[in-house]
C-alpha cells in the first residue's frame, strides 16, 4: 500500500523549496552558487515576482539562511528570494576579475529568468539587502532603474565611494581612493532624472556604527526630492536587528509589486 503524507492540524501543506543552485556567469567567467526560495506552488502558480537578497562585506549566499527566519517569513508571503554570493566587491566592477555589477545585473538575472517562472520585467523584481548589501542595493537600482520596481536597505554602508573613512572596523576594505564617482550613491541619486525615480525605504539601528550615514541619506534624498521611506530603530549592526526588520523589506517588495501589477 502507498504511504500517505502525514497529516499536520494547524499547519498547511507547503510545496516550498530551499535550493543552493550553481551556475556560470559569463560575465565572470567562473561558476558561482545562488540560494533560492521558492514560492508555494499550489497557491502561487507563477509567473513570480523576486526579491533580490545581497549579503554584507563579512558574509555570503548563505547567511540570511542561517541567521534569521527569513524561509517562514517568505513562506508567508509567496514571493522568490534570490540570494548570490557577492563576495567582497561591493557589488561594483572593481577589476575584470570581480565583475559583480554585470553579474548581479545580467548574468543572474537572466538565469533567474530562464529557469523559473518569473515575472519577468522591473515590475516583478526588487532588490534589497544588508551594510554593503544595503549599499549595494541602493547601487545596482540607481544605476538600473529599469531593472527593478524598488529597492530596500538595512543599516546600508552608504560611505563606499562617497568619503573615506578613517576609523573603521579593520575587516572591511573600502577602496574608496580608487573608486570612480559612478559608485557613489550619493551623485547617483542627485543625476537620477525624476521621471525615473523609484520607491525606496531604508532603515538603521541606533546604535549602529553605521548611522551617520544613512542618517546623511536621509537628508540628502529629502534635499533632492526623492521621495522615500527611512526610520531608525533600536539596535546595532548585527543579526538580532536584521531579522527583526526584513519583515519590512519583504512588505515593501511586495506593496511595490502589487502597485507595478496595475500601472
Not at 548611522?211 to 526623492?226: A, P
Request: overall charge negative.
Amino acid at each position: 500500500m502507498q504511504a500517505q503524507p502525514v497529516k499536520q492540524t494547524g499547519i498547511q501543506e507547503k510545496t516550498m523549496a530551499v535550493l543552493s543552485m550553481n551556475f556560470r556567469g559569463p560575465r565572470l567567467g567562473m561558476t558561482k552558487t545562488v540560494n533560492i526560495i521558492t514560492p508555494k506552488v499550489e497557491q502561487a502558480p507563477g509567473p513570480w515576482p523576486v526579491l533580490y537578497l545581497l549579503h554584507g562585506y563579512s558574509d555570503n549566499h548563505t547567511e540570511w539562511l542561517y541567521n534569521t527566519s527569513l524561509v517562514r517569513y517568505a513562506w508567508e508571503r509567496n514571493m522568490m528570494i534570490v540570494m548570490p554570493d557577492g563576495l567582497r566587491t561591493w557589488y561594483t566592477n572593481i577589476n575584470e576579475e570581480d565583475a559583480m555589477e554585470q553579474f548581479i545585473t545580467s548574468d543572474l538575472v537572466k538565469y533567474i529568468d530562464g529557469t523559473f517562472n518569473t515575472i519577468k520585467s522591473a515590475a516583478g523584481r526588487a532588490i534589497a539587502g544588508l551594510s554593503m548589501g544595503g549599499y549595494g542595493a541602493f547601487m545596482l537600482s540607481m544605476k538600473n532603474p529599469d531593472m527593478y520596481c524598488c529597492a530596500s536597505s538595512h543599516s546600508g554602508a552608504f560611505f563606499y565611494a562617497h568619503e573615506i573613512v578613517k576609523e573603521m572596523p579593520q575587516k572591511v576594505r573600502t577602496d574608496t581612493e580608487r573608486l570612480a564617482p559612478e559608485y557613489d550613491v550619493f551623485k547617483l541619486a542627485a543625476d537620477m532624472p525624476k521621471d525615473k525615480r523609484f520607491p525606496l525605504r531604508f532603515d538603521c539601528g541606533e546604535s549602529d556604527w553605521i548611522l551617520k550615514w544613512n542618517r546623511q541619506m536621509h537628508e540628502h534624498l529629502d534635499s533632492i526630492g526623492w521621495s522615500h521611506t527611512y526610520n531608525e530603530y533600536p539596535g546595532e549592526h548585527n543579526w538580532a536587528y536584521w531579522d527583526s526588520h526584513i519583515c519590512q523589506t519583504l512588505d515593501f517588495a511586495m506593496e511595490n509589486f502589487a502597485k507595478s501589477k496595475l500601472k
